[in-house]
Nanobody, 121 residues
Framework: QVQLVESGGGLVQPGGSLRLSCAAS????????MGWYRQAPGKQRELVAA???????NYRDSVKGRFTISRDTAKNAVYLQMNSLKPEDTAVYYC???????????????WGQGTQVTVSS
């Protein structure tokens, strides 16, 4: 079994910062890309940021310059530093990772349970 466990969400005022963390555990052989998605009420889930196995990041335009994604390969972890938060960043944030398990050659997409981020005064 593989699990992704997120932490770090919460309530913050506009202009504030939060750092999300996600750690993968279980029978992991290899991890390829990792990323963060978000879903606001009544909207589709959207990619926020992703980072490949080589450490190259990409971001959706609305978060460029404010959010930073990073990963710790040794810990099977990915992080999202969110600065200058805006009310429109309010959503449930989900961690995602492409993982190959010890028992299989197939790459499978795994999701975390989600963590709520609320930006409000």
């Amino acid at each position: 079994q593989v699990q992704l466990v997120e932490s770090g969400g919460g309530l913050v005022q506009p202009g504030g910062s939060l750092r999300l963390s996600c750690a993968a555990s279980g029978s992991i052989f290899s991890i390829n890309a990792m990323g963060w998605y978000r879903q606001a009420p009544g909207k589709q889930r959207e990619l926020v940021a992703a980072i490949n196995s080589g450490g190259s990041p990409n971001y959706r335009d609305s978060v460029k310059g404010r959010f930073t994604i990073s990963r710790d390969t040794a810990k099977n972890a990915v992080y999202l530093q969110m600065n200058s938060l805006k009310p429109e960043d309010t959503a449930v944030y989900y961690c995602n990772a492409a993982i190959r398990r010890l028992e299989s050659l197939a790459w499978v997409n795994y999701w975390g349970q989600g963590t709520q981020v609320t930006v409000s005064s």
